[in-house]
């Protein structure tokens, strides 16, 4: 029940930001507009690029900015680590009776929570209000959809607590964090889905951690996975979900093996 709570209390906090929110909604919605233009233009030029039809391209364009919050851009959350590290409270961290990982997963499930439904929700329906999305009708589709998006999330946190640690040696990570940020919008599909990527580049992609933040959710979605595909999509989501989880816990255990407070 302790990061039940823990998960609750950062939905409650990030909910007070609401002119924030407003306005990555606002963003969100804009910069959905004008990309979903864009792949309209490249999908004119070539109607089955990348094994998608117009109107599964586009929905991959809003799922996008459904997701850009909550998993892809996350601002907050773990990445407030970073800091703590940086100027040493990340030793009152350290004296709390609760895991550290286990801590920081709930906040940032927490977080990651009150980004979909602030500003995921309304860009997915304008979306499917102004262009014609391939939407599924089946509510167990949009289940997987929810379990896939969780996984995502997951794998975003695993990521960015990795790049966390990192401070315990580079005192300053925010280099390491832009680097990552990066790689994730390129190898999650942010820009372009990673089938439309040439040859041997879009099988790498597919196969590095950072597809399972949009890729993968963006595929259960439109239908491009279905029954065995779903379940591959699911199983590699999970797969490096615990992979790095587990990779965080080794760093950790090395990182706090001796710490050092900044200035004393």
């Known amino acids: 029940m302790l990061y039940v709570a823990v998960a609750a209390g950062a939905f409650r906090r990030y909910a007070t930001y609401r002119a924030a929110t407003a306005a990555g909604l606002a963003t969100n919605t804009v910069f959905g507009f004008l990309l979903a233009y864009a792949y309209l233009a490249l999908w004119q030029q070539r109607p089955h690029l990348g ?4 109107a599964q391209a586009l929905t ?3 799922t996008g900015q459904a997701l850009l919050a909550v998993a892809l851009i996350a601002v907050g959350g773990v990445d407030e680590l970073q800091e703590r590290i940086r ?6 961290d350290l004296h709390r009776p609760a895991d550290l990982q286990l801590w920081w997963l709930a906040a940032d499930l927490g977080r990651a929570a009150l980004q979909l439904i602030g ?3 309304v860009p997915l329906a304008v979306g499917a209000l102004a262009f014609p999305l391939a939407l599924p009708a089946d509510p167990a589709t949009w289940g997987w ?5 969780l996984l995502g999330v997951v794998v975003s946190f695993a990521l960015r607590y990795l790049v966390a640690l990192s401070g315990f040696w580079l005192l300053d990570s925010s280099g390491l964090a832009l680097i990552s940020a990066l790689a994730g919008m390129f190898f999650s599909g942010m820009v372009l889905p990673l089938r439309v ?10 196969l590095l951690p950072w597809a399972a933040l949009l890729q993968v959710p963006a595929d259960v979605l439109t239908g491009a996975r279905t029954g065995t595909g ?3 999509g699911l199983l590699f989501q999970a797969a490096w979900a615990a992979a790095l989880l587990a990779l965080g816990r080794l760093v950790q255990a090395a990182a706090t093996r001796k710490v050092v407070v900044h200035g004393g």
Do not use: N
């Open 51 to 54: 094994g998608y039809g117009p």
């Open 87 to 92: 100027s040493g409270d990340i030793a009152v």
């Open 197 to 206: 990527f040439p040859g041997g580049l879009a099988d790498l992609a597919q």
């Open 145 to 149: 959809f929810l379990l896939s998006a």
């Open 60 to 62: 991959f364009v809003w």
């Open 230 to 232: 779903l379940l591959r």
């Open 119 to 121: 500003r995921g929700i």
